[in-house]
Every structure is written in structure tokens, then in C-alpha cells.
Nanobody
């Protein structure tokens, strides 16, 4: 059974940085990806970024491009989300999840391996 545990959230001022971690345990097929999602208060959960589990392929939503970087440490079975130039609108609970699909990461979809999330609060 795959388990994902997020960490690294906190309170940061606008313009600051945070690095989130998603520690994975269990068997993850090489065709899968790990994605970061977020849910702001009163809003639906939205996709942020994803990385293939076995190859250096990444995909970002437009709001994350240029500010966020997703990476993977295979030795630690951990996926990171480096977030720079944070804005108040980035305030949300951030979740990681397994993703699967065919073709490019743009076509991948989230599975049902949600972690408990980690809260990111960006003050203005």
C-alpha cells in the first residue's frame, strides 16, 4: 500500500520561499508520477506540478511556472516542491498524490493516495 506524507509547510512573507517534501513508501510503478496539488480556503483542489517517478519529466500549471520547481530524490523516495517568490494567493493546504496516465504528464490524472497535506500561509 502506497503512503504519501507531506511536510515543510509554514508561514512565510510574500516574496519568500518554502520547500515542501512528499515522502513516499510502498511500491510505485515507474510509469506513475507524483503530483502536488493545493486547496485554498473556499476553493476546489487544483493541480500545481508533477514529476514522473522514473524519468526527469516535469509539468507545471501556469501559476507555478518560473516560481516553483518540482524534483525527486530517488534514494530517499521523496519528491520536493521548491516554491520561490511566494504570493498571498499561494496560501493553501498542499497535498501530494500519485498520478497515472498515458502520453505526456499533461494527460495524467490523480489517483486516490492523498496525504494529509501541509499548510502554506503567505502573508502580505
Amino acid at each position: 500500500q502506497v503512503q504519501l506524507v507531506e511536510s515543510g509547510g509554514g508561514l512565510v512573507q510574500a516574496g519568500g520561499s518554502l520547500r515542501l517534501s512528499c515522502a513516499a513508501s510502498g511500491r510505485i510503478f515507474s510509469s506513475y508520477a507524483v503530483g502536488w496539488f493545493r486547496q485554498a480556503p473556499g476553493k476546489e483542489r487544483e493541480f500545481v506540478a508533477a514529476i514522473r517517478w522514473s524519468i526527469p519529466s516535469t509539468y507545471y500549471t501556469d501559476s507555478a511556472k518560473g516560481r516553483f520547481t518540482i524534483s525527486r530524490d530517488d534514494a530517499k523516495n521523496t519528491v520536493y516542491l521548491q516554491m520561490n517568490s511566494l504570493k498571498p494567493e499561494d496560501t493553501a493546504v498542499y497535498y501530494c498524490n500519485l498520478m497515472r496516465g498515458a502520453g505526456t504528464l499533461r494527460d495524467y490524472y490523480g489517483m486516490d493516495y492523498w496525504g494529509k497535506g501541509t499548510l502554506v500561509t503567505v502573508s502580505s
